[in-house]
């Protein structure tokens, strides 16, 4: 029975990517109310109110006038920092907010989502969450700091909200609406990944997922942008706030891709997603790129060959707990692994897990033990019968030792039990490596012995040589 980590509850979530609308905003009845506007250029000015009619009220084009005010007014941007500053004018902006969305909930209220009015909706859109981000606290660590939330969260969410109703309404049609939602918007969406705050990368995520899915015209651009951070992050700065999401994004793409596999693709797993194993803070974005690698692998068994050479090229040897994380991900590529591919990197692989075994540390020598618990590897895997020649010599030394008197009794007793297995499955072979491993550790012993009676000659000389002078 394996004893591998459950799979990580985002792969479902991978696979239902935005599927419906956000749920979580509460929308309260709205009837008529105030609506605020910014007065002269500056939008820190103070708000000047005044009433515009329910948009369930109207009717024809009265009811289309009245949606183009409700969207300018919503395109006023209002100071978060100061709590204090304009809070009616906030109050009222969120409540118009709320009643937009509510109104485009509806099957008529959606109807109002035509090219006609597609400049105006972009345009509140733009105005409210294409902006530039604070810059970064340098001394932020994702792992362990609470993120910075976002201020005018309040009217921002309930934007993100609104949009996420318009791009997966049936009244818009990507042929039209991708004059408005244009690459350059996709640039900017994906931008803002770096935010602080979970709760916008989230909506990003949704809604960037949503626009690969609809405007197909933008795929790839969104593909080659989505690369273009990888290779920042990797090889520039080292910090991303977005990471796992754009992996959770790119977890549905890949499962999407069809096959054979495109040269882009490949390139992109060879230039962006190997290397994505290299930052200190892989720990953060790890489950989602662990998924990603595996899906390329079903999708494309070859690839697990190249696949293997990275993760052990960078295995992150100064961390113990990256290389628990590390083998992990390991053991569900072995799964995967077919004997064409397993004969290219037997070596390499056999001696990474002799060094794992060998680990100071017990929880990365834990982990690999574990891998005897995986039923699949050892009855018809790399850790099977049919490989025991090619491995076992090599792992057997740190498997013995382990077994014998380490101190942490969890350890031994996973190694007796592994020992105990070969014993019975193949009891000639171990026998073997018993002999070569006693054989080994007398010759050791002699040498050590010889090298020692070596220095005690030369310091003996040494002391004769002090005393004749």
Wanted: charged share 25%; proline share 4%; net charge negative.
């Amino acid at each position: 029975m394996s004893t591998k980590p459950a799979a990580p509850a985002d792969k479902k979530q991978n696979e239902n990517l935005g599927d419906t609308p956000r749920s979580d905003v509460t929308l309260p009845k709205q009837g008529r109310g105030n609506t605020a506007r910014r007065s002269g250029q500056s939008q820190t000015s103070q708000a000047v109110l005044y009433d515009l009619p329910g948009l369930r009220d109207q009717r024809g084009e009265k009811k289309e006038e009245v949606f183009r005010k409700k969207l300018e007014l919503c395109s006023i941007i209002f100071d978060f920092d100061d709590p204090e500053q304009d809070k009616r004018g906030k109050e009222v902006k969120r409540n118009t907010l709320l009643e937009l969305v509510d109104f485009v909930g509806s099957t008529a209220g959606q109807k109002l989502f035509t090219e006609e009015h597609m400049p105006d909706i972009m345009n509140m859109v733009k105005a409210n969450i294409c902006r530039v981000l604070p810059p970064q606290n340098e001394d932020f660590d994702p792992e362990e700091d609470e993120p910075i939330l976002e201020p005018s969260w309040p009217h921002l969410q309930v934007v993100y909200e609104f949009f996420l109703r318009f791009i997966v309404s049936s009244e818009v049609h990507a042929k039209v609406a991708k004059k408005f939602a244009n690459q350059n918007f996709c640039l900017e969406l994906i931008e803002l990944f770096d935010s602080e705050d979970p709760r916008e990368r989230d909506y990003l995520k949704t809604i960037l997922h949503r626009i690969y899915g609809k405007f197909m015209s933008h795929r790839s651009f969104i593909r080659k942008t989505i690369s273009n951070v990888f290779y920042n992050f990797v090889y520039e700065t080292e910090r991303h706030n977005g990471i796992a999401e754009l992996l959770e994004i790119l977890g549905s793409i890949i499962n999407g891709y069809a096959v054979p596999l495109k040269k882009e693709h490949l390139n992109f797993l060879h230039r962006a997603l190997i290397p994505l194993h290299i930052p200190k803070c892989v720990v953060v974005y790890h489950q989602q790129l662990s998924y990603c690698i595996v899906q390329y692998i079903e999708k494309d068994p070859s690839t697990a060959v190249e696949i293997m050479q990275g993760l052990i090229k960078y295995w992150p040897w100064s961390s113990s707990s990256k290389q628990v994380l590390f083998l992990s991900e390991l053991e569900e590529i072995l799964e995967l692994l077919g004997d064409n591919e397993l004969a290219r990197v037997q070596d390499d692989l056999y001696n990474l897990l002799a060094n794992c075994l060998a680990s100071k540390h017990f929880q990365v020598a834990e982990r690999t033990l574990f891998l005897w618990n995986n039923e699949q590897l050892v009855s018809q895997g790399c850790l099977s019968t049919n490989y025991i020649s090619s491995y076992l010599p090599i792992l057997y030394s740190p498997l013995y030792e382990k077994s014998g008197s380490h101190w942490n009794q969890t350890v031994e007793s996973l190694a007796r039990n592994v020992l105990s297995m070969y014993n019975e499955m193949d009891q000639e072979t171990l026998q073997e490596c018993t002999y070569n491993y006693a054989t080994r550790r007398d010759e050791l012993e002699a040498k050590k012995k010889e090298t020692a009676e070596k220095w005690e000659k030369i310091e003996a000389m040494a002391r004769q040589n002090t005393r004749n002078t």
